[in-house]
T-cell receptor, first 111, second 113 residues
């Protein structure tokens, strides 16, 4: 089974906030990433957080990390139609180069 | 400006006919990766180069090989493509050091006739 788990679908109204959730494996030292993939395109790095942080904010994006529950979330404020995409949560362990991806959350923004 | 460039964006080949996909980067990154992504799935790592050191994933089929002639370029060779190899192939790069973020190209969509 996958080490990183995500909810598969999210539908949100334009202008509302989106929250995409992810759980990850037990590791004392991990970087956690959010990537966005639009149809037919590659993966765009949105943001990342180290596991000793609780929160990171970058413009409309807020990443929250609950280390106790190994839960990561990505909040997109004022969601726009251009935010419709698949969002992948991924982790890299401390001694590795390999990204472990979740299955991806398909976000659909409706007018 | 694109920093990880994959060519072509779309590639069609025949069953069993060798095909090469290319990736170039302007980031001067030490590490280059090749991923296979099938529809509605997460990318799956095939192999990566740390400088000239090649690292193959245990479950990558022998049909898939890679070359990295210099820092900027990396190629994915599929010796005898089967129908199951139709997928999006993604190249990524990262700088030296563990846990560095990976930067992806736009991918090559491979179709097998």
């Amino acid at each position: 089974g996958e080490d990183v788990e995500q909810s598969l679908f999210l539908s949100v109204r334009e202008g509302d906030s989106s929250v995409i959730n992810c759980t990850y494996t037990d590791s004392s030292s991990t970087y956690l990433y959010w990537y966005k993939q639009e149809p037919g395109a590659g993966l765009q790095l949105l943001t990342y957080i180290f596991s000793n942080m609780d929160m990171k904010q970058d413009q409309r994006l807020t990443v929250l990390l609950n280390k106790k529950d190994k839960h990561l979330s990505l909040r997109i404020a004022d969601t726009q139609t251009g935010d419709s995409a698949i969002y992948f949560c991924a982790e890299i362990h401390d001694n590795d180069y390999k990204l472990s991806f979740g299955a991806g959350t398909t976000v659909t923004v409706r007018a | 400006d694109a920093m990880v460039i994959q060519n072509p964006r779309y590639q069609v080949t025949q069953f069993g006919k060798p095909v090469t996909l290319s990736c170039s980067q302007t980031l001067n990154h030490n590490v280059m990766y090749w991923y296979q992504q099938k529809s509605s799935q997460a990318p799956k790592l095939l192999f990566h180069y740390y400088d000239k050191d090649f690292n193959n994933e245990a479950d990558t089929p022998d049909n898939f090989q890679s070359r990295r002639p210099n820092t900027s370029f990396c190629f994915l060779d599929i010796r005898s493509p089967g129908l199951g190899d139709a997928a999006m192939y993604l190249c990524a790069t990262s700088s030296k050091g563990l846990r560095q973020p990976q930067h992806f190209g736009d991918g090559t969509r491979l179709s097998i006739l």
